[in-house]
C-alpha cells in the first residue's frame, strides 16, 4: 500500500507553537495512550482522546467512550464527565465549550472543562455534528427506527428547523457556516444522501438506482469543508463531492476529523499506528 502524501497547508496552526503540521500530529501521538483514540482536537491545542468501552456479545448497545481531556500544554486536565462513560463528546469551535452526549441520550453543553452541564434536548442519538464557525449543532433524535434529525442554533439556544417524515435518518453533517445540512435516511427503502434547505424541505440528493454514492457509517460524524465532505464505512474513508455528489477517493484509516484552520483533516489508523494529515483536495473521481 503507498504512503499518502501529507498534503496540508504550511499555515495550519492548532496552537501558536506548532506550525509544522508534523510536529502536530507528533504532538498529538505523544500525548495519546495506545489504547485511545483522537476523539476531538481544537485550534489552542487542547485535544480529546477516548477509550472505546467493551459492548458485550450480541448487544445492540451504542458505542460508548470514556473522554480524556488534554491542555494544549499536554497536561491531563479535569473536567465534568472525567471518567464517566459518554456516547459522544465534541469540542465547540471557536470557544472552551464542549458538547456531550450522555449515556441517558442527554446532549448537553459546557461552557468551559469545569462549568455544570445545561441541557439542549433529550432522546438524541450521535454522532453529533458541530459546524465549522461553532454555532450550529445537528443531531438524529427519537427510538430507532422512528428518527429524525434536528438543527440547533447554540447563540439562540433552541432547535431552528429539522426533518419530518424522514426516518429512519441518521449521520448529519452541517455545512461550514450551519446553512446546508446534509443526513442519510432510508425513507426510500435504501440509505441516500439528503439535504434540509432553507425551507426545511428535504430533498434527495442521490439515487442509488443509477449512481450508487457510499454513505456514513461510522462512528463519528462526516465533515465537511466547501464542496467535499468525509466520513467513514466499512470500506475507510471516504472523501465524495456535494455538488454533484460522487466518490472522488477512498483512503485506509477511522474516525476522521476536522481542524477548523485547514483544509485538510486528521484519519486515525485502525492498528494504531497513529494519525496522518489528508487532503481534502481530491481530483481523481473513482468509477
Known amino acids: 500500500m503507498s504512503r499518502l502524501p501529507l498534503l496540508l497547508l504550511a499555515a495550519l496552526s492548532l496552537s501558536a507553537c506548532e506550525r509544522d503540521p508534523d510536529a502536530v500530529l507528533r504532538s498529538l501521538d505523544s500525548a495519546r495512550v495506545p489504547t485511545e483514540v483522537l476523539q476531538d482536537l481544537r485550534d489552542d491545542g487542547a485535544r480529546m482522546f477516548a477509550t472505546v468501552q467493551p459492548v458485550p456479545p450480541n448487544s445492540d448497545a451504542p458505542r460508548a467512550v470514556i473522554a480524556r481531556w488534554v491542555d494544549r500544554d499536554g497536561a491531563k486536565a479535569s473536567w465534568s464527565f472525567d471518567g464517566i462513560p459518554v456516547l459522544d463528546v465534541r469540542f465547540v469551535p471557536g470557544s472552551e465549550a464542549a458538547l456531550v452526549l450522555t449515556r441517558t441520550r442527554e ?14 434536548d433529550s432522546e438524541v442519538l450521535g454522532p453529533v455534528s458541530v459546524s465549522r464557525n461553532g454555532r450550529y449543532v445537528a443531531y438524529g433524535r427519537g427510538e430507532i427506527p422512528d428518527v429524525e434529525i434536528v438543527r440547533y442554533d447554540l447563540a439562540r439556544g433552541q432547535a431552528v428547523g429539522g426533518t419530518q417524515d424522514m426516518a429512519p435518518a441518521w449521520s448529519p453533517v452541517l455545512s461550514e457556516d450551519g446553512s446546508r445540512l446534509l443526513f442519510v435516511s432510508g425513507k426510500t427503502g435504501a440509505p441516500e444522501l439528503w439535504e434540509l434547505d432553507n425551507d426545511h424541505a428535504a430533498v434527495q440528493r442521490t439515487d442509488r438506482s443509477r449512481d450508487p454514492v457510499p454513505f456514513p457509517t461510522g462512528p463519528s460524524a462526516p465533515i465537511w469543508d466547501r464542496n467535499t465532505i ?6 475507510g474513508v471516504r472523501i ?11 483512503v485506509p484509516g477511522t474516525l476522521p476529523l476536522l481542524s477548523t484552520r485547514s483544509r485538510a483533516f486528521v484519519v486515525q489508523d485502525p492498528a494504531g499506528l497513529g494519525p496522518r494529515w489528508v487532503s481534502f483536495e481530491a481530483t481523481e473521481v473513482v468509477r
Open 240 to 250: 465524495v463531492s456535494v455538488d454533484p455528489p460522487r466518490l472522488l477517493r477512498t
Open 107 to 120: 446532549l448537553v453543553l459546557l461552557p468551559s472543562r469545569s462549568a455544570m452541564p445545561s441541557h439542549i
Open 230 to 235: 468525509a466520513f467513514e464505512d466499512n470500506e
